[in-house]
Protein backbone atom coordinates (compact mmCIF):
# COMPACT_ATOMS: atom_id res chain seq x y z
CA UNK A 1 0.00 0.00 0.00
CA UNK A 2 1.73 3.39 -0.78
CA UNK A 3 1.69 5.56 2.05
CA UNK A 4 3.48 7.76 4.48
CA UNK A 5 4.67 6.77 7.83
CA UNK A 6 5.86 8.85 10.41
CA UNK A 7 6.91 7.62 14.47
CA UNK A 8 5.99 8.06 16.53
CA UNK A 9 2.38 9.07 16.60
CA UNK A 10 2.71 10.73 19.79
CA UNK A 11 5.52 11.93 21.96
CA UNK A 12 5.48 13.85 25.23
CA UNK A 13 9.14 15.09 26.14
CA UNK A 14 11.14 17.56 28.25
CA UNK A 15 12.80 20.41 27.17
CA UNK A 16 16.42 20.17 25.73
CA UNK A 17 16.21 16.17 24.89
CA UNK A 18 17.04 15.56 21.70
CA UNK A 19 14.69 13.95 19.65
CA UNK A 20 14.05 12.42 15.83
CA UNK A 21 10.65 12.09 14.11
CA UNK A 22 11.36 9.74 11.04
CA UNK A 23 9.43 9.86 8.32
CA UNK A 24 8.99 7.50 5.49
CA UNK A 25 7.36 6.96 2.01
CA UNK A 26 7.14 3.67 -0.56
CA UNK A 27 5.99 5.68 -3.22
CA UNK A 28 10.00 6.53 -5.11
CA UNK A 29 8.73 10.46 -4.60
CA UNK A 30 11.28 12.93 -4.91
CA UNK A 31 9.53 15.68 -2.96
CA UNK A 32 9.38 15.46 0.76
CA UNK A 33 8.58 18.29 3.25
CA UNK A 34 7.68 18.64 6.78
CA UNK A 35 5.15 21.06 8.01
CA UNK A 36 3.68 22.06 11.43
CA UNK A 37 0.23 22.76 12.30
CA UNK A 38 -1.04 25.16 15.18
CA UNK A 39 -4.47 26.33 15.88
CA UNK A 40 -4.69 29.51 13.86
CA UNK A 41 -1.90 29.46 11.95
CA UNK A 42 -2.96 26.52 9.68
CA UNK A 43 0.03 24.69 8.45
CA UNK A 44 3.65 25.96 8.27
CA UNK A 45 6.34 24.63 6.42
CA UNK A 46 9.48 23.78 8.27
CA UNK A 47 11.96 21.96 5.29
CA UNK A 48 11.94 20.48 2.23
CA UNK A 49 13.73 18.28 -0.15
CA UNK A 50 13.62 18.06 -3.86
CA UNK A 51 15.70 15.33 -3.58
CA UNK A 52 18.46 13.59 -1.60
CA UNK A 53 21.19 15.69 -0.50
CA UNK A 54 18.74 18.22 -1.17
CA UNK A 55 17.19 20.32 1.37
CA UNK A 56 15.88 23.79 1.69
CA UNK A 57 14.46 26.22 4.64
CA UNK A 58 10.63 26.29 4.76
CA UNK A 59 8.81 29.31 6.50
CA UNK A 60 10.01 28.15 9.80
CA UNK A 61 13.12 25.92 10.15
CA UNK A 62 14.48 27.51 13.64
CA UNK A 63 15.22 24.54 16.04
CA UNK A 64 14.45 21.78 13.35
CA UNK A 65 17.23 20.06 11.40
CA UNK A 66 16.46 17.69 8.38
CA UNK A 67 18.83 15.02 6.54
CA UNK A 68 17.91 13.38 3.22
CA UNK A 69 20.37 10.74 2.93
CA UNK A 70 17.92 8.26 1.17
CA UNK A 71 15.22 8.94 -1.13
CA UNK A 72 12.84 6.98 1.04
CA UNK A 73 13.61 8.82 4.36
CA UNK A 74 13.27 12.65 5.63
CA UNK A 75 13.80 12.72 9.39
CA UNK A 76 13.21 15.58 11.28
CA UNK A 77 15.35 16.13 14.39
CA UNK A 78 14.70 18.77 17.83
CA UNK A 79 18.69 19.09 18.61
CA UNK A 80 16.91 20.96 22.21
CA UNK A 81 13.22 21.28 21.86
CA UNK A 82 11.62 23.85 23.66
CA UNK A 83 7.49 24.55 25.02
CA UNK A 84 7.28 26.52 21.66
CA UNK A 85 7.68 23.17 19.44
CA UNK A 86 4.59 22.06 20.70
CA UNK A 87 2.34 20.76 17.80
CA UNK A 88 1.19 18.37 15.68
CA UNK A 89 3.81 17.72 12.94
CA UNK A 90 3.33 16.77 9.33
CA UNK A 91 5.45 14.60 6.86
CA UNK A 92 4.53 14.91 3.59
CA UNK A 93 5.75 13.50 -0.10
CA UNK A 94 5.04 13.97 -3.57
CA UNK A 95 6.30 12.86 -7.49
CA UNK A 96 7.68 16.34 -7.54
CA UNK A 97 6.63 20.36 -6.54
CA UNK A 98 3.35 20.65 -8.37
CA UNK A 99 2.24 16.54 -7.81
CA UNK A 100 -0.13 15.45 -5.13
CA UNK A 101 0.79 15.56 -1.72
CA UNK A 102 0.42 12.60 0.34
CA UNK A 103 0.40 13.22 3.74
CA UNK A 104 1.46 10.84 6.76
CA UNK A 105 -0.88 10.50 9.86
CA UNK A 106 0.83 13.19 12.08
CA UNK A 107 3.17 13.47 15.10
CA UNK A 108 1.69 15.08 18.11
CA UNK A 109 4.77 16.76 20.17
CA UNK A 110 4.42 17.96 23.67
CA UNK A 111 7.72 19.38 25.41
CA UNK A 112 6.89 20.53 29.19
CA UNK B 1 3.23 38.12 2.90
CA UNK B 2 1.01 35.20 2.11
CA UNK B 3 1.17 34.32 -1.26
CA UNK B 4 -2.40 32.40 -1.14
CA UNK B 5 -4.24 34.09 0.49
CA UNK B 6 -7.71 31.76 1.66
CA UNK B 7 -11.54 33.52 2.43
CA UNK B 8 -13.38 33.40 4.65
CA UNK B 9 -10.74 32.19 7.51
CA UNK B 10 -13.82 30.05 9.14
CA UNK B 11 -17.58 29.38 8.11
CA UNK B 12 -20.44 28.10 10.33
CA UNK B 13 -23.42 27.30 7.98
CA UNK B 14 -26.35 24.94 8.17
CA UNK B 15 -26.66 21.81 6.96
CA UNK B 16 -28.48 22.19 3.32
CA UNK B 17 -27.25 26.00 2.53
CA UNK B 18 -24.79 26.30 -0.30
CA UNK B 19 -21.21 28.23 0.06
CA UNK B 20 -18.17 29.06 -1.72
CA UNK B 21 -14.56 29.51 -0.38
CA UNK B 22 -12.00 31.12 -1.90
CA UNK B 23 -8.19 30.98 -3.09
CA UNK B 24 -6.46 33.95 -4.59
CA UNK B 25 -3.03 35.37 -5.30
CA UNK B 26 -1.35 38.46 -6.95
CA UNK B 27 0.85 35.28 -8.66
CA UNK B 28 0.29 33.21 -11.32
CA UNK B 29 0.23 29.43 -10.78
CA UNK B 30 0.58 26.75 -13.33
CA UNK B 31 -1.76 24.73 -11.35
CA UNK B 32 -3.58 24.78 -7.68
CA UNK B 33 -4.68 22.09 -5.70
CA UNK B 34 -7.29 21.57 -3.01
CA UNK B 35 -7.24 19.49 0.02
CA UNK B 36 -9.91 18.41 2.88
CA UNK B 37 -8.21 17.87 6.13
CA UNK B 38 -10.51 16.86 9.47
CA UNK B 39 -9.63 16.91 13.01
CA UNK B 40 -6.48 14.69 13.69
CA UNK B 41 -5.69 13.68 10.23
CA UNK B 42 -3.76 14.44 7.11
CA UNK B 43 -4.83 16.82 4.43
CA UNK B 44 -5.97 14.66 1.26
CA UNK B 45 -6.16 15.93 -2.24
CA UNK B 46 -9.65 16.73 -3.76
CA UNK B 47 -8.44 17.94 -7.13
CA UNK B 48 -5.99 19.54 -9.08
CA UNK B 49 -7.11 22.69 -11.20
CA UNK B 50 -4.72 23.44 -14.43
CA UNK B 51 -6.16 25.17 -17.24
CA UNK B 52 -7.26 28.68 -16.63
CA UNK B 53 -10.82 29.24 -16.76
CA UNK B 54 -11.31 25.07 -15.47
CA UNK B 55 -14.45 23.90 -14.46
CA UNK B 56 -14.10 20.67 -11.97
CA UNK B 57 -16.59 18.83 -10.21
CA UNK B 58 -16.81 16.05 -7.46
CA UNK B 59 -20.39 15.23 -6.35
CA UNK B 60 -21.91 18.39 -4.64
CA UNK B 61 -18.27 19.83 -4.86
CA UNK B 62 -17.08 22.55 -7.69
CA UNK B 63 -13.84 23.79 -8.46
CA UNK B 64 -13.12 26.88 -10.69
CA UNK B 65 -9.15 27.98 -11.81
CA UNK B 66 -9.58 32.02 -12.35
CA UNK B 67 -8.96 32.88 -16.39
CA UNK B 68 -5.44 34.51 -15.31
CA UNK B 69 -4.70 31.39 -12.99
CA UNK B 70 -4.51 33.91 -10.10
CA UNK B 71 -7.26 32.10 -8.02
CA UNK B 72 -9.44 29.66 -7.28
CA UNK B 73 -12.92 28.79 -5.88
CA UNK B 74 -14.63 26.02 -4.20
CA UNK B 75 -18.58 25.94 -4.06
CA UNK B 76 -20.64 23.47 -2.26
CA UNK B 77 -24.11 23.04 -2.89
CA UNK B 78 -26.25 21.61 -0.45
CA UNK B 79 -23.61 21.15 2.61
CA UNK B 80 -23.54 18.02 4.86
CA UNK B 81 -22.32 17.68 8.39
CA UNK B 82 -19.39 15.47 6.54
CA UNK B 83 -18.46 18.38 4.19
CA UNK B 84 -17.04 19.94 7.83
CA UNK B 85 -13.19 19.80 7.61
CA UNK B 86 -10.52 22.74 7.01
CA UNK B 87 -10.13 23.43 3.03
CA UNK B 88 -7.10 23.78 2.14
CA UNK B 89 -5.58 25.45 -1.32
CA UNK B 90 -1.57 24.79 -2.72
CA UNK B 91 0.26 25.72 -5.87
CA UNK B 92 3.61 25.13 -7.14
CA UNK B 93 6.07 28.50 -6.59
CA UNK B 94 9.57 28.66 -8.24
CA UNK B 95 10.71 32.00 -6.29
CA UNK B 96 13.17 30.45 -4.50
CA UNK B 97 16.05 27.84 -5.12
CA UNK B 98 14.40 25.02 -6.14
CA UNK B 99 10.60 24.88 -6.29
CA UNK B 100 7.79 24.23 -3.46
CA UNK B 101 4.41 23.53 -2.71
CA UNK B 102 2.98 26.45 -0.74
CA UNK B 103 -0.21 26.33 1.31
CA UNK B 104 -3.12 29.13 1.99
CA UNK B 105 -4.27 29.58 5.75
CA UNK B 106 -7.00 27.17 4.96
CA UNK B 107 -10.84 27.41 5.36
CA UNK B 108 -12.61 25.96 8.57
CA UNK B 109 -15.78 24.88 7.49
CA UNK B 110 -18.45 23.68 10.33
CA UNK B 111 -21.64 22.38 8.63
CA UNK B 112 -24.18 21.92 11.54
CA UNK B 113 -27.35 19.48 11.24
Known amino acids: EAQVTQNPRYLITVTGKKLTVTCSQNMNHEYMSWYRQDPGLGLRQIYYSMNVEVTDKGDVPEGYKVSRKEKRNFPLILESPSPNQTSLYFC???????????FGPGTRLTVL | TQLLEQSPQFLSIQEGENLTVYCNSS?????LQWYRQEPGEGPVLLVT?????EVKKLKRLTFQFGDARKDSSLHITAAQPGDTGLYLCAGPYYGGSQGNLIFGKGTKLSVKP
Open chain 2, 27 to 31: SVFSS
Open chain 1, 92 to 102: ASSLGVGGTQY
Open chain 2, 49 to 53: VVTGG
